[in-house]
């Protein structure tokens, strides 16, 4: 479906906002100051008790992260993207590739593990310095309503749910 | 534990626990090649799962770029590539 011309003008004001921010950290400080985030009134806090080479980590990005041979994230419309994409533990970084355009991802191209360390966590697991490390899992970080509600209520949801399939000890999420 | 840069929006979320570093956009673990600087926010990420207190946000204070960083021990990996 068309975006009015005024939806399209806004999109490419935040898109060179992120842009902006990925090489100027401290605006994007400056920016944080005064966004009104979600707020959440209890914390869902669970104490690890397992030492670490006996835990099962996942790692669960908003970088955009999908392989090559799965559906890029949709860059069409403003109001960004509340899906995700499930990625092995084993996909070589050469099969992946980015679709995020609000931030600068050229270092991500260059060596995935500053953002989506799944080539270290497979490692550090094969050395035994981790248990195990599950399926990783991709969101887009630019998500806002409609489809906030849709991760809230859906496709996050859902890969909660995975991750308690996989039985999962402790989750690493990393931001774009 | 949920890597940050934006410390104040980490407050207003309030995940169970958070690793804050003032690096930019699309670095939370630092710069490409650097293996050092990855595994060593990776290392204080996973062991920060056992000192965090619910909410907190752990603020190690590294540098951006002008830190010098060592492997964690035990911890020296290879790269598949």
């Given at each position: 479906?068309?975006?009015?011309?005024?939806n399209?003008?806004?999109?490419?004001?935040?898109?060179?906002?992120g842009?902006?921010f990925?090489?100027i950290?401290?605006?994007?400080q400056?920016?944080?100051?005064?966004?009104?985030?979600?707020?959440?009134?209890?914390?869902?806090?669970?104490?690890?008790?397992?030492?670490?080479?006996?835990?099962?980590?996942?790692?669960?990005?908003t970088?955009?992260?999908?392989r090559?041979?799965?559906?890029?994230f949709?860059?069409?419309d403003?109001r960004?993207d509340?899906?995700?994409?499930?990625?092995?533990t084993?996909?070589p970084?050469?099969?992946l590739?980015?679709?995020?355009d609000?931030?600068?991802?050229d270092?991500?191209?260059r060596?995935?593990n500053?953002?989506?360390p799944?080539?270290?966590?497979h490692?550090?697991?094969?050395q035994?310095?981790?248990?195990?490390?599950?399926d990783?899992?991709?969101?887009?970080?630019h998500?806002?309503?409609?489809?906030r509600?849709?991760?809230i209520?859906?496709?996050a949801?859902?890969?909660?749910?995975q991750l308690?399939?996989?039985?999962?000890?402790?989750?690493l999420?990393?931001?774009? | 534990?949920c890597?940050?840069?934006?410390?104040?929006?980490?407050?207003?979320?309030r995940?169970?626990?958070?690793l804050?570093?003032?690096?930019?956009?699309?670095?939370p673990?630092?710069?490409?090649?650097?293996l050092a600087?990855q595994?060593?926010?990776?290392?204080?990420a996973?062991?920060?799962l056992?000192?965090?207190?619910?909410?907190?946000?752990?603020?190690?204070?590294?540098?951006?770029?002008?830190?010098s960083?060592?492997i964690?021990?035990?911890w020296?990996v290879?790269?598949?590539?």
């Open positions: 479906m068309d975006q009015p011309e005024s399209k003008v806004w999109q490419r004001l935040q898109r060179a906002t842009q902006l990925s090489q950290p401290v605006l994007a400056v920016w944080a100051r005064g966004y009104q985030a979600l707020r959440f009134d209890s914390i869902p806090f669970t104490p690890l008790t397992k030492p670490l080479p006996e835990c099962r980590i996942a790692l669960v990005t970088g955009g992260i999908h090559r041979d799965q559906p890029p949709n860059m069409a403003a960004g509340a899906s995700y994409r499930r990625i092995s084993t996909t970084d050469a099969e590739t980015v679709t995020h609000y931030y600068n991802h270092d991500v191209r060596d995935f500053i953002l989506f799944r080539e270290l966590l490692n550090l697991a094969q035994g310095q981790i248990g195990s490390l599950s990783c899992y991709s969101f887009m970080g998500i806002e309503p409609p489809h509600t849709t991760l209520q859906q496709t949801p859902e890969v909660a749910v308690r399939q996989e039985q999962v000890d402790a989750v999420l990393t931001p774009a | 534990m890597l940050t840069s934006l410390k104040p929006i980490a407050e207003q979320v995940s169970p626990r958070s804050y570093l003032a690096w930019p956009f699309g670095h673990l630092g710069e490409p090649g650097n600087q595994l060593t926010v990776l290392h204080a996973l062991y920060g056992y000192i965090a207190e619910p909410g907190e946000i752990l603020a190690p204070g590294w540098r951006w770029r002008r830190e960083y060592t964690p021990a035990g020296e290879s790269r598949d590539c």
